[in-house]
């Protein structure tokens, strides 16, 4: 089956302390984002990257780190100077810049 | 800059009627996007449909109809007939793109929807 993981789906994470969420496509797509959610609010985007070893940021990359060493994966990395980091963190794919966006399942994290 | 909203917050609605969903976007570029995507409690975005800016033909699948009016800048969801399992948020969202169709790749959320349909 081919889709996009996302994994832990629950992340727990002490204040001061960084935290990685893993993204992880086969559909073969060029192009992968990831966005936060906040409670009650749309969707924001953090990074982008259209291809491998290429990232952009996008709206709120504040405090927030990525890489795209393989096309498959894109993963993200909350740091400590991420003021406010709790909120569900959905990642996307899609075949080119610009395409439609396909989802994963997301992964909430908290912070204790 | 391009901004979507959704001004509905909230709908609740029995099963079998038929619930509009607006969206309203603002956008300055002559050559856009417009998408939704339903997002289940699972938390999951499930894509719907996109539609470019130059086609305002009105699209149904379905139970599911989008209106797309440029002269009001919108593009409202209908759910006709509608079930229990169309609970969820809905989202409508906006991609600018350059003059020749290619989008920038960046998408503009509205705040949602929270879509309850009852027994």
């Known amino acids: 089956d081919g889709g996009i993981t996302q994994s832990p789906k629950y992340l727990f994470r002490k204040e001061g302390q960084n935290v990685t969420l893993s993204c992880e496509q086969n559909l073969n797509h060029d192009a992968m984002y990831w966005y936060r959610q906040d409670p009650g609010q749309g969707l924001r985007l953090i990074y982008y990257?259209?291809?491998?070893?290429?990232?952009q940021k996008g709206d709120i990359a504040e405090g927030y780190s990525v890489s795209r060493e393989k096309k498959e994966s894109f993963p993200l990395t909350v740091t400590s100077a991420q003021k406010n980091p709790t909120a569900f963190y959905l990642c996307?794919?899609?075949?080119?810049?610009?395409?439609?966006?396909?989802f994963g399942p997301g992964t909430r994290l908290l912070v204790l | 800059a391009q901004k979507v909203t959704q001004a509905q917050t909230e709908i609740s609605v029995v099963e079998k009627e038929d619930v509009t969903l607006d969206c309203v976007y603002e956008t300055r570029d002559t050559t856009y996007y417009l998408f939704w995507y339903k997002q289940p409690p699972s938390g999951e975005l499930v894509f719907l449909i996109r539609?470019?800016?130059?086609?305002?033909q009105n699209e149904i699948s379905g139970r599911y109809s989008w209106n797309f009016q440029k002269s009001t800048s919108s593009f409202n969801f209908t759910i006709t007939a509608s079930q229990v399992v169309d609970s969820a948020v809905y989202f409508c969202a906006l991609s600018e793109a350059d003059a020749g169709g290619t989008s920038y790749g960046k998408l503009t959320f509205g705040q949602g929807t929270i879509l309850t349909v009852h027994p």
């Open positions: 539609r470019n800016s130059f086609d305002e």
């Open positions: 996307a794919s899609s075949t080119g810049l610009g395409e439609t966006q396909y």
């Open positions: 990257s259209q291809i491998v070893n290429d990232f």
